[in-house]
Nanobody, 128 residues
Framework: QVQLQESGGGLVQAGGSLRLSCAAS????????MGWFRRAPGKEREFVGT????????YYSDSVKGRFTISRDNAKKSVYLQMNSLKLEDTAVYYC?????????????????????WGQGTQVTVSS
């Protein structure tokens, strides 16, 4: 059974930083894209960023571009989200996800429907 587990969420002041981690288990191989999504109170789940299986390509939403950085470690089957210059509007539950694999090395999906497995989420709260 494939499982994804996020960690690293918490309470941080605006302008601060947090690093989220997501560890996957039950996945075979490394050729799968990984991404981060978030859901703020009263809003739909939205795309945050994604990284291709070999880390050759990344793609971010305009709202986080320049502030967030995605990285991955295939040996650990993990993906990370470094969040800097956090804003109040970044408050949300953050989810990591993976696709089914067999991805091209440039593949960086941004639609939720392109992912197959999801974690339970980790809460990030930004205060003033």
């Amino acid at each position: 059974q494939v499982q994804l587990q996020e960690s690293g969420g918490g309470l941080v002041q605006a302008g601060g930083s947090l690093r989220l981690s997501c560890a996957a288990s039950g996945l075979t191989g490394s050729t799968y894209a990984m991404g981060w999504f978030r859901r703020a109170p009263g809003k739909e789940r939205e795309f945050v960023g994604t990284i291709s299986w070999d880390s050759s390509s990344t793609y971010y939403s305009d709202s986080v571009k320049g502030r967030f950085t995605i990285s991955r470690d295939n040996a650990k089957k993990s993906v990370y989200l470094q969040m800097n210059s956090l804003k109040l509007e970044d408050t949300a539950v953050y989810y990591c996800a993976t696709d089914l694999g067999r991805s091209r090395n440039w593949y960086t999906p941004s639609r939720a429907g392109e992912y197959a497995y999801w974690g339970q989420g980790t809460q990030v709260t930004v205060s003033s």
